[in-house]
Nanobody, 123 residues
Framework: QVQLLESGGGLVQAGDSLRLSCAAS????????MGWFRQAPGKEREFVAQ????????YYTDSVKGRFTISINNAKTTVYLQMNSLKHEDTAVYYC????????????????WGQGTQVTVSS
């Protein structure tokens, strides 16, 4: 059973940075791609970013391109989401997930999920 544990959320001001971490209970990243999703109150869960297990290929939703960076550590045990120039509209619960070995923004195609970490950006 794969377990994912996010951390790093918090309350920040617009323009600040945060780095989210997602630790896996086993060597998940060699089997699955990893994604970050977010869900704001009253909205559907939306795709943020995805990375292949090698770390060589990344995808981002348009609204975070140039501001967010997804990465994996060398040990392939933790995936990060570096978030810079945060905006109020980035406020959401952020989830990491282990997904298929192809590009996918569809949360239904991801197999394992963390519990989420709250990011709140004050304007």
């Amino acid at each position: 059973q794969v377990q994912l544990l996010e951390s790093g959320g918090g309350l920040v001001q617009a323009g600040d940075s945060l780095r989210l971490s997602c630790a896996a209970s086993e060597r998940t990243f060699s089997t699955y791609t990893m994604g970050w999703f977010r869900q704001a109150p009253g909205k559907e869960r939306e795709f943020v970013a995805q990375i292949t297990w090698s770390g060589g290929v990344t995808y981002y939703t348009d609204s975070v391109k140039g501001r967010f960076t997804i990465s994996i550590n060398n040990a392939k045990t933790t995936v990060y989401l570096q978030m810079n120039s945060l905006k109020h509209e980035d406020t959401a619960v952020y989830y990491c997930a282990a997904g298929p070995d192809y590009y996918s923004t569809d949360s239904r195609q991801y197999y394992y999920w963390g519990q989420g970490t709250q990011v709140t950006v004050s304007s």
